[in-house]
């Protein structure tokens, strides 16, 4: 109540004033509503696109595909690993060491003023493994199951509260990076967490995970399927983005 204002005393003005921002603001409802909707086809597609429990086909497939999935253990469809576990000591300049929080967006890593760490300690951390283009991040502690596909070729580290999966040559690493989005996968995951004060999920349960896999070929046309989707997904998420920074500049410069 005691907190001064300023506005004009022109009516005219006023009405002005509130119809853009009612307009700008139906703008953003209108591509928020569209974003919604698109986050929900995925969502039916990975449910209907990847077989349920107990099952061999999927209830939605690509023309040309009949023969039933296989089912083995994750860990016979890739290599996972994570880096040593020690905490290195941020430098000045060197290579970025990412953590969980580092995940944003649909499928993207940040990697703006984010922990570097000096090539010794890059070289000592990933004798074992490293993140390269294909692999799959997956997120083993606090987020556990969050996942990110490697889709840029630059050197940078995953703390070892992330798994590392390489595919064999038997799976594709867009398929997999979609697999593990499924609820059914999820529902599996979460039964293997631990129950800590901090929960987390081992190397080991991740490698005895049951997946089903089909042929390479429908691997590829259902990891471009999503690639596309996901890629129309963060087009509409930037347009969203785009229009909200529009909104708070015109506020800032449209009252005093």
């Known amino acids: 109540k005691n907190e001064d204002i300023w506005f004009t005393t022109n009516k005219d003005e006023q009405v002005k004033i509130g119809t853009f921002f009612k307009q700008l603001d139906d703008t953003i409802a209108l591509h928020q509503h569209k974003l919604d909707l698109l986050k929900e086809q995925k969502k039916g597609y990975l449910q209907k696109m990847f077989p349920k429990n107990g099952e061999k086909v999927p209830e939605l497939r690509f023309a040309g595909f009949t023969d039933a999935w296989e089912q083995r253990k994750l860990g016979e469809s890739c290599r996972i690993g994570d880096i040593d576990h020690r905490m290195p000591k941020s430098v000045a300049e060197g290579v970025p060491y990412l953590m969980t929080g580092d995940f944003i967006g649909e499928n993207k890593l940040n990697f703006e003023n984010t922990k570097l ?15 390269e283009y294909g692999d799959i991040l997956f997120a083993r502690y606090a987020s556990v199951g969050a996942v990110r596909y490697v889709d840029i070729q630059r050197k940078f580290l995953i703390s070892y509260s992330c798994a590392i999966m390489k595919p064999n040559i038997d799976i594709k690493g867009l398929f997999l990076y979609q697999l593990l989005q499924t609820d059914f996968m999820k529902r599996k995951i979460e039964f293997e967490i631990n129950p800590n004060s ?55 410069k449209m009252f005093v």
């Not at 090539?119 to 993140?131: H, V």
């Open 117 to 131: 760490v000096s090539i010794e300690d890059y070289d000592q951390l990933s004798k074992k493994i490293k993140p």
């Open 198 to 252: 901090q929960k987390n999920i081992g190397i080991d349960s991740l490698k005895k995970l049951k997946i089903s896999i089909p042929i390479i070929e429908e691997q590829e046309k259902i990891g471009k399927f999503f690639k596309d989707l996901d890629n129309t997904i963060a087009l509409h998420q930037r347009k969203l983005d785009l229009l909200k920074e529009q909104k708070k500049g015109f506020l800032q």
